[in-house]
């Protein structure tokens, strides 16, 4: 058995594009900057510019002073994000990759303002990845008799337990016939019709620090779909670990 630096068994190669799931571990050894998210998804850091220093330099162009330590500048960083004086904020950013189901990726390319590049489905075979709900989501997952975009407790055990069985049926229904059509020789453009929105798709994503924190806004906010709200936590924690200062006042 080949165990992971974290001391679990792993079961298969992390390197490979489709297997976050590498080991029971949240993060990946061989992946530092890489998130597990929901069952196949993650997110991973690719590159990040600028930082909390940068936003104040850049909002002293007219006084050429730059940066003079956090004692004097906090205040002016404070004063910026409150009075939304936001485009120092757009000096710095990230570049992140996910790995989502394509339900999740609808929701994400609203945004923008960000730029991304996804897999083509037309050029590659879609991996055997399909997201399945746990059964608290299932169980929480009855429509809402409140809010008509969202769900609420209601199923027991056994319904939840039902549920998931209809899902793994139909996408395994979905996935014969997708193979069969790319085994008839049918394109992969055309293949891809019968692909369920459970389908697990990946993408780059990047976007300055200030669209970041309005997709953040939007995302982790309660009213979002839990899934998207998953990945925005995430994506909310690089924001801390990248632009600490910057987090502190976007959360007050
Ligand atoms: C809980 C929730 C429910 C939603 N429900 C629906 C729904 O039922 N149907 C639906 O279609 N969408 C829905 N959306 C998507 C939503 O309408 C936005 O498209 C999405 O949240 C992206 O927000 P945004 O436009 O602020 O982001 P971005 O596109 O990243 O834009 C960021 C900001 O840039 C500016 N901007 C960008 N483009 C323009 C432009 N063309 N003109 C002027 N200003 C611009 C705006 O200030 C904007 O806020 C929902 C979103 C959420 C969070």
């Known amino acids: 058995m080949v165990y992971c630096e974290w001391g679990k068994v792993m079961k298969y190669d992390c390197e490979h594009p489709w297997a976050p799931d590498c080991c029971d571990h949240p993060r990946s050894c061989h992946r530092p900057n890489f998130t597990k998210v929901l069952d196949h998804g993650y997110v991973e850091l690719i590159e990040h510019w600028g930082s909390d220093e940068r936003i104040i330099e850049s909002a002293r162009m007219s006084t050429n002073k730059g940066f003079e330590g956090w004692d004097k500048d906090s205040k002016l960083l404070a004063y910026l994000w409150k009075n939304k004086h936001h485009t120092p904020?757009?000096?710095?950013?990230?570049?992140?990759?996910?790995?989502?189901?394509?339900?999740?990726?609808?929701?994400?390319?609203?945004?923008?303002t960000q730029s991304y590049n996804e897999l083509s489905a037309r050029y590659t075979e879609m991996p055997n990845l399909y997201y399945l709900p746990s059964g608290a989501r299932v169980r929480a997952g009855k429509q809402s008799t409140k809010n008509k975009q969202g769900s609420q407790e209601g199923f027991t055990d056994v319904e939840g337990g039902d549920i998931i069985l209809d899902l793994r049926a139909s996408y395994a229904d979905s996935r014969d016939v997708y193979?069969?059509?790319?085994?008839?020789?049918v394109a992969r453009e055309l293949a891809r019709l019968v692909l369920p929105v459970a389908q697990y798709s990946r993408m780059r994503a990047s976007a300055n620090l200030r669209n970041w924190l309005q997709f953040l806004t939007l995302r982790m906010d309660e009213h979002a779909q839990w899934e998207i709200r998953q990945y925005a936590n995430v994506v909310g924690e690089l924001v801390k670990d990248k632009f600490p200062r910057t987090w502190g006042l976007f959360i007050e």
Do not use: Y
């Open 179 to 185: 193979e069969a059509l790319l085994a008839k020789g």
């Open 89 to 112: 904020f757009e000096m710095a950013g990230m570049t992140i990759e996910v790995q989502a189901p394509i339900f999740v990726f609808r929701e994400w390319h609203r945004h923008r």
